[in-house]
Structures are given as C-alpha cells and as structure tokens.
T-cell receptor
C-alpha cells in the first residue's frame, strides 16, 4: 500500500500558485519524498524530491514539514500545461539498502483559464 | 530523440497469444523497470533489473517474463495473454546512484481480446 495520502482532485486558476498537499505520517528517517506527474496517460515525469530540507528546481518547490509527516508541492505560476495527475511517493526500503517507489492514485490537478 | 522508447505504442492481441513489449534507453542507466497502469489502481511494478545479470520480480510478476538483452534493452513478454492483462505498460530507467528518480517511456497500450 502507498505510504501517502493526497486529495483526489484540485483546481487552480491559470497564473496562480498551485499548492498540492501530501500526508506521509509513517515516513521513516531515511526515506525520501518524491513527486512525479502524469499528463494524460503519458509516461510519468519526475518533478522533485527531498529528505528534510525544502527544495526548489526549475519546475517546482517542495516544502517538507519539520516533523516530515507532510509536504506540499508548489507550482509557482500554474499554466494550462500543468494540468495532470500529481503523485506524491515515499520510497520503500527493502533488501538492505534498495528502495522502490510505491505509487498511489495521486491528485488530479485541473488548471483553469 | 526520446531517451526511453517503447515499441509498439499500441497493440491488440487475442487471448492465448504470446507478445513482447520492448524498451530501449539511451540514458546510459543501469536500472530498468516495467510497470503496468490500470484505471483506479495506479502504477504497479512488474519486474526490475539493476544490471544486465540482475532480474527481480516486482509485486505483480505472475503471467509475465522479462529479458535484459543489454544495458540499453529490457523486454517484457506475456507468454499467453489474457484479458485482464489489458493495461497501459510503462518502461522506466534510473541511474545507480539515484534509484527513485526514474525516467519513463511513453507507454504501450495493450488490449487483449
């Protein structure tokens, strides 16, 4: 089972910031939070990941709470092309140091004109 | 050119037929993965390979087999296709040092009649 919970769907106005929440209350100390998105049945696309500190790249920002039990993905200026399903994933450790992704159902973000 | 390619992109087959889905990558990554995606179930891992001599079962490997012909090629076979294998199939790759940052192909849409 996925270790994360996300809202099923969200709306955002074009040009505004989109803030996508994720709860991961059972995350372990060495597990990362990953965000991917999938646009209309295309292959999922990596967005960003983090462990403890907030992270920013050219696509988005990731804000992780101090207790690491939740995080927020921020798309600073959403465009219509950001309409997609966004997946928040906590990797699962197995067989020593190996990790794998357990995918949930994600949040369907609709960016409206 | 795309870094991760999948062939065919669409396939219709009949119950009992053997089919092969192929994946090639030019990213130079050691690790390759096969997922399937069904409506309402998210992505599920079928098989993964950490290098040419390493093949591992994922969470839903029954009815599937794989072959890692080279670092760049990873094929998925359905020995005797059945209708509940109708799904969207994705290949992904990752680098050895960043296992959860995966890069996905465009997907193969398979329909088993």
């Amino acid at each position: 089972d996925a270790k994360t919970t996300q809202p099923t769907s969200m709306d955002c106005a074009e040009g505004r910031a989109a803030n996508l929440p994720c709860n991961h209350s059972t995350i372990s100390g060495n597990e990362y939070v990953y965000w991917y998105r999938q646009i209309h049945s295309q292959g999922p696309q990596y967005i960003i990941h983090g462990l403890k500190n907030n992270e920013t790249n050219e696509m988005a920002s990731l804000i992780i709470t101090e207790d690491r039990k939740s995080s927020t993905l921020i798309l600073p200026h959403a465009t219509l092309r950001d309409t997609a399903v966004y997946y928040c994933i906590v990797s699962v450790t197995y067989a020593g140091n190996n990790r794998k992704l357990i995918w949930g159902l994600g949040t369907s973000l609709a960016v409206n004109p | 050119d795309a870094d991760v390619t999948q062939t065919p992109r669409n396939r219709i087959t009949k119950t009992g037929k053997r089919i092969m889905l192929e994946c090639s990558q030019t990213k130079g990554h050691d690790r390759m993965y096969w997922y399937r995606q069904d409506p309402g179930l998210g992505l599920r891992l079928i098989y993964y390979s950490f290098d040419v001599k390493d093949i591992n079962k994922g969470e839903i490997s029954d009815g599937y087999s794989v072959s890692r012909q080279a670092q760049a090629k990873f094929s998925l076979s359905l020995e005797s296709a059945i209708p509940n294998q109708t799904a969207l199939y994705f290949c992904a790759t990752s680098d050895r040092g960043a296992g959860e940052t995966q890069y996905f192909g465009p997907g193969t849409r398979l329909l088993v009649l």
